[in-house]
Nanobody
């Protein structure tokens, strides 16, 4: 069983920055595909950032050049650094994990579905 726990979100003003972290407990974390997914009120879930076991990354167009995802396999943790935030980034952010028995690139991860989800954390950006 894999548990996924996000850090507590926050409220920031537009133009500000925020870093979320997510710890995933389970065997061979270093082989997990990790994802950050957000859902704003009245909108569908959006996969904003993904990272493969080989540290390759992928971003939604809406966050490219502003968000950065990274992982620390020694701490079983993945981070989402969010810069130049706008009110459009307001959402509940979920961290998700997809264990694999192979080292997958993010390209391979994107064709898979996350298996384990965190409880979600609220990020609010005010103008």
């Amino acid at each position: 069983q894999v548990q996924v726990v996000e850090s507590v979100g926050d409220s920031v003003q537009a133009g500000g920055s925020l870093r979320l972290s997510c710890a995933a407990t389970g065997p061979a974390y270093w082989r997990y595909c990790m994802y950050w997914v957000r859902q704003a009120p009245g909108k569908e879930r959006e996969r904003v950032a993904s990272i493969g076991a080989d540290d390759t990354t992928d971003y939604a167009d809406s966050v490219k050049e502003r968000f950065n995802v990274a992982r620390d396999n020694h701490k079983n943790t993945v981070f989402l650094q969010m810069n130049n935030l706008t009110p459009g980034d307001t959402a509940v952010y979920y961290c998700a994990a997809d264990p694999s028995n192979r080292v997958l690139s993010v390209k391979s991860c994107l064709s898979r579905r996350p298996t384990y989800w965190g409880q979600g954390t609220q990020v609010t950006v005010s103008s």
